[in-house]
C-alpha cells in the first residue's frame, strides 16, 4: 500500500489549494479515505473522510463549508479543496486509508504534504 500526497504549498490568507493523494497497492474503490492534519507542536486532528463510492462524508466542524472532500475511483486518488484559508491552516497534511474521525480507524498513512498559509 502506498499512499503519495501532492498540492501543498505557501498561500496567502483567504486563497485556495487542493490536495491530492494518489494510491496504489490496494483495490481503492472498496475503501474509504481521509484526511488529517498535524500543526506544529499539536496533536493530528481529522479533517475529513469519504466513503468508496464517495456518497458519504464527514468533515470537522471547524472546516465544513471551507474543505471539501472527493475522490477519482478511476484515477485512484483522494482530494482536499480547501477554500478560505486561514494562517490556523497551517500543518502537514496526511490521507489514510481509513473512515472516521479517529487516528486509529486508519491502516495506512502517506508522507504528508506541508500547507502554509502566510501573508
Known amino acids: 500500500v502506498q499512499l503519495v500526497e501532492s498540492g501543498g504549498g505557501l498561500v496567502q490568507p483567504g486563497g485556495s489549494l487542493r490536495l491530492s493523494c494518489a494510491a496504489s497497492?490496494?483495490?481503492?474503490?472498496?475503501?474509504?479515505m481521509g484526511w488529517f492534519r498535524q500543526a506544529p507542536g499539536k496533536e493530528r486532528e481529522f479533517v475529513a473522510s469519504?466513503?468508496?463510492?464517495?456518497?458519504?462524508?464527514l468533515y470537522t466542524d471547524t472546516m465544513k463549508g471551507r474543505f471539501t472532500i472527493s475522490r477519482d475511483n478511476v484515477r485512484n486518488t483522494v482530494y482536499l479543496q480547501m477554500n478560505s484559508l486561514k494562517p490556523e491552516d497551517t500543518a502537514v497534511y496526511y490521507c489514510?486509508?481509513?473512515?472516521?474521525?479517529?487516528?486509529?480507524?486508519?491502516?495506512?498513512w502517506g508522507q504528508g504534504t506541508q500547507v502554509t498559509v502566510s501573508s
Open positions: 469519504i466513503n468508496w463510492s464517495g456518497g458519504n462524508k
Open positions: 497497492g490496494f483495490t481503492f474503490s472498496s475503501y474509504a
Open positions: 489514510g486509508r481509513g473512515w472516521g474521525a479517529r487516528h486509529g480507524d486508519y491502516d495506512y
